[in-house]
């Protein structure tokens, strides 16, 4: 049995918004929501890149303590986002708590910020500071806390999928949704990923000389995906849902359709850990066409991962080049925001389903010269109003894990 | 430490931290006012601040019966007495 999916409800904080008009606007507008690295009195000072996507707005959070207690700030994203989903779907709770909803949802690596608080008392050598490791802490910072905080703040009783592969955790999480829908595990599943304020993940890539250094004193001019002068790829925060449902009980309840799960591939490169691989994500480009049943052609939008390193982003354009041509038009998004890690898939999906509601495709920001290993593409060209009928969001991630997600703008996927 | 001082301490936590609304000393502490395991542990570790001295696993799983915050008055002010006797 193989059932059609959709996609009726999502949200996102991002640091380009929470506001599904915010986030327009600044696609439109080509606003960055890159900012300064804030002070964490531990880390931030070593780490020679000084930027960070960041979501520097208040968010009116209003969970009672029953539920804020076993939540790290990367609960609170993902649980605000599962919020939004439920409200704005209208299922019943009757629905919600039948066994038929479940949750996939994860973050890279549950909650640093509570991590460090935890390992503090780990290694403080005092009998007073063992008694207080509780389970409320391990609750709050294990890596499927925000799983486990969704289904229980609203009683969700199906089956959970805790995704935490680095910057493919939330196109898992959509993809093993939908599989679950398709194959008639579930009928509907709340798919998404969240990441917190982090300096670790930073100082990791800073490490690595993977981050960006040479924009400290102008943040909004990185990361430059695709561009000659790129250096590297800028942590962000954020988090974001959406809501897949069976096509035929979707329908018959008056549900609004903002796209369809056509496809999702995911495999691994089987070898290096870190380096990006051509054969292993182009693979991973026609697997996901392959469970569409899509051909190349078919596809107008390619939602590039492109972190703006080095290598990742040329063997990414010798990857869709290989695969669709100069089809497609290409866009970075992360070039507005930086890197958002466990929630980029989902971010990035629910970016390209407003766009292709609005009927534009917004261009990759600070693209100004294009690398010459990297101009065979049809880069978007600045903001372009057209109709996207199908679009493919692409994310790869460290362990060589690679996923690719076919959606359908939603106006076609009503029939 | 008195009965009714201890009391008041415990109610207060309970507004406070465990942010319950008009607690009554018979309420039952899950059905009335939600209060769970994870919960249960947070405060015997408060109470132990309190009292200055740590549980043993004999005493702590003793509370595992605690349903009314009378029944954690009674609770502490028994291991007051087994300690001084």
């Keep these: 049995m193989k059932r059609r999916v959709v996609i009726t409800a999502c949200s996102a904080i991002t640091p380009i918004g929470y506001d599904k008009n915010d986030i327009i606007e600044s696609l439109k507008k080509g606003k960055s929501g890159v900012g300064v690295l804030r002070d964490d ?3 931030s000072k070593h ?12 968010i009116n959070y209003d969970f009672k303590r029953q539920y804020r207690k076993t939540m790290g700030p990367v609960a609170y994203y993902a649980c605000q986002v599962a919020k939004d989903v439920l409200e704005r779907s209208g299922l019943s709770e009757e629905f919600i708590t039948s066994g038929r909803l479940g949750v996939a949802f994860g973050s890279t690596h549950g909650s640093p910020t509570v991590q460090r608080e935890i390992y503090k ?8 500071k063992f008694s207080s490791i509780g389970a409320v802490d391990y609750l709050r910072s294990m890596v499927h806390t925000t799983a486990v905080n969704i289904s229980r703040m609203f009683g969700i009783t199906g089956r959970i999928i805790a995704s935490s592969t680095a910057c493919t955790t939330s196109s898992q999480s959509i993809g093993y949704g939908y599989e679950s829908i398709k194959y008639g595990m579930q009928d509907a599943m709340i798919c998404g990923g969240a990441d917190e304020y982090d300096t670790t993940t930073v100082a990791v890539f800073d490490n690595l000389l993977a981050c960006s250094v040479n924009y400290n004193t102008t943040p909004e001019c990185t990361p430059r995906p695709f561009d000659a002068n790129r250096d590297g790829l800028v942590v962000g925060e954020g988090g974001g849902a959406v809501l897949l449902e069976e096509y035929e ?3 018959k309840r008056g549900a609004e359709i903002l796209g369809e799960v056509l496809g999702f591939a995911c495999n691994n490169n089987g070898g290096d850990l870190i380096l990006p691989n051509l054969d292993g994500i182009t693979a991973t480009l ?9 051909n190349p052609a078919d596809v107008d939008f390619v939602s590039a991962h492109a972190t703006a390193t080095k290598m990742g982003d040329v063997i990414e354009s010798q990857a869709i080049a290989a695969v669709y041509g100069k089809g497609p038009l290409v866009t970075g998004l ?8 466990g929630t980029c898939g989902v971010i990035e999906t629910i970016l390209s389903l407003y766009m292709m509601e609005q009927g534009f495709i917004a261009p990759t920001l600070n693209l100004d010269n294009v690398d010459k290993r990297c101009d065979m593409l049809r880069h978007t060209p600045g903001l372009t109003e057209t109709e996207t009928k199908i679009a ?5 991630a460290f362990g060589g894990v690679n996923t690719c997600l076919i959606i359908k703008n939603g106006r076609d996927a009503v029939q | 430490m008195t009965r009714d001082e201890f009391k008041d301490k415990i109610l207060a936590i309970l507004v406070d931290d465990f942010e319950f609304e008009e607690p009554g000393l018979e309420d039952n502490l899950r059905d009335d006012h939600g209060f769970d395991s994870i919960d249960a542990i947070e405060l015997l570790g408060k109470i132990e601040l309190i009292l200055g001295f740590s549980f043993t696993r004999e005493e702590k799983e003793k509370a595992m019966g605690i349903r009314t915050i009378n029944d954690i008055l009674d609770y502490v002010e028994a291991i007051q007495q ?3 006797k």
């Design chain 1, 249 to 251: 009980s979707a329908k």
């Design chain 2, 82 to 84: 087994s300690r001084t």
């Design chain 1, 47 to 58: 780490i020679h890149s000084r930027v960070f996507g960041t979501v520097d707005y208040p």
């Design chain 1, 334 to 341: 992360k070039s507005y925001m930086g890197h958002t890690m």
């Design chain 1, 286 to 294: 026609r697997l996901a066409l392959a469970d569409a049943e899509m």
């Design chain 1, 41 to 43: 009195g531990l880390l």
């Design chain 1, 392 to 396: 493919a969001i692409q994310n790869f």
């Design chain 1, 121 to 128: 008392t780990f290694f403080s050598d005092l009998d007073s």
